[in-house]
């Protein structure tokens, strides 16, 4: 529907004191998350691959035991569209009296356009634990089950635990025992933690206090001591559970943002209607190919 006189009635008469709508918006907060990529594909597709597991005690004599390598779990990026626009007549343009104070049309493009890819980026996370949005080995995203050769491997707790000392605690030894696909340990370390407005409180008590909190005992903070949590904690506005927390790692190939066509906006007017019309469209997708890039939890509340 277009922009006509009738729906911009006001900004025809002389003597309005303010026009305002425009507020500021939170800066970028998905790239807190996800590593930027560039792609020339439709679909862009990972693959995981189980490397050689344990050796074995060979007997005098004996031969050697050999092992299997190959690929396992495949995740697709399938780069979709996003767009949005406006159309205005031109007597709506010709007629607006407030033509210098209302110029936000093109910056409301480009705001929409901005928060649609921090509520599809945050989705990754708020779906996370959803078996409807299951990653490529079949699992949620944050699971206890997530299959490996002979095994699986948690990235989320069994039971699931509200963001205090005891359960980052659990959550940081946890990133320290994952596995890959053949069994064998490996050295992950957790970055950063990524919780809603509400927790940011409880994130920084436990993140920034030298002692612990929440208790008379006069220990030292270990977590803050032994820096187990370098990057510290991020605020994301998008993330829909008010008591979800995210732990980060540093694990490969984890959550990534592909960018399929960059943000492109057009203005043309129509011929036979002289109505103004406007847009904005790009091309990306959002996605995790390995789960161990993050702890995250519901919260028990």
């Known amino acids: 529907m277009a922009i006509n006189t009738t729906a911009i009635r006001d900004l025809l008469r002389p003597g ?21 990529h560039t792609s020339d594909k439709a679909v862009e597709i990972e693959v ?11 007997a005098e004599g004996a031969s050697t035991a050999y092992g ?15 767009s949005i626009g406006f159309i205005i007549t031109r007597q709506a343009i010709k007629d607006n009296l407030y033509q210098s104070s209302f110029p936000l049309q093109a910056k409301a493009l480009r705001q929409s356009m901005e928060q649609t890819k921090e509520v599809l980026g945050a ?18 995203l944050f699971s206890t089950q997530h299959p490996i050769d002979n095994g699986v491997v948690a990235n989320t707790f069994s039971v699931q635990a509200d963001l205090n ?13 994952f596995r890959d696909a053949a069994g064998l340990r490996i050295m992950t370390k957790p970055t950063k933690l990524i919780v809603p407005a509400e927790l940011q409180w409880t994130a920084t008590r436990l993140l920034q206090s030298q002692f612990r909190v ?4 006069n220990d030292i903070n270990a977590i803050y001591n032994n820096s187990a949590v370098p990057q510290g904690h ?36 129509d011929f036979d209607t002289d109505n103004l019309k406007a847009k ?21 509340s």
Do not use: H
Not at 48 to 58: F, P, T
């Open 16 to 36: 309005l004191a303010a026009v305002f709508g425009d507020y500021p918006m939170y800066p970028g907060q998905w790239s807190e998350v996800f590593e930027k």
């Open 48 to 58: 995981e691959v189980k490397l050689l597991g344990l050796a074995q005690i060979k």
């Open 68 to 82: 299997e390598m190959g690929q396992r779990f495949v995740t697709n990026y399938v780069n979709r569209y996003t």
């Open 123 to 140: 989705s990754v996370l708020n779906n996370g634990f959803s078996a409807n949005f299951p990653i490529g080995d079949g699992q949620p």
């Open 165 to 177: 000392e005891t359960s980052l605690q659990d959550a940081i030894v946890g990133v320290q025992r």
């Open 214 to 217: 929440d208790t008379a005992n």
């Open 234 to 269: 991020r605020v994301n506005m998008f993330l829909t559970d008010t008591n979800g927390w995210f732990l980060m790692t540093d694990a490969p190939n984890g959550f990534k943002y592909y960018e399929r066509e960059t943000l492109e906006t057009d203005v043309y007017t």
């Open 280 to 300: 904005a469209i790009e091309r990306y997708s959002f996605g995790c190919s390995n789960f161990r890039a993050g702890w995250g939890s519901q919260g028990a």
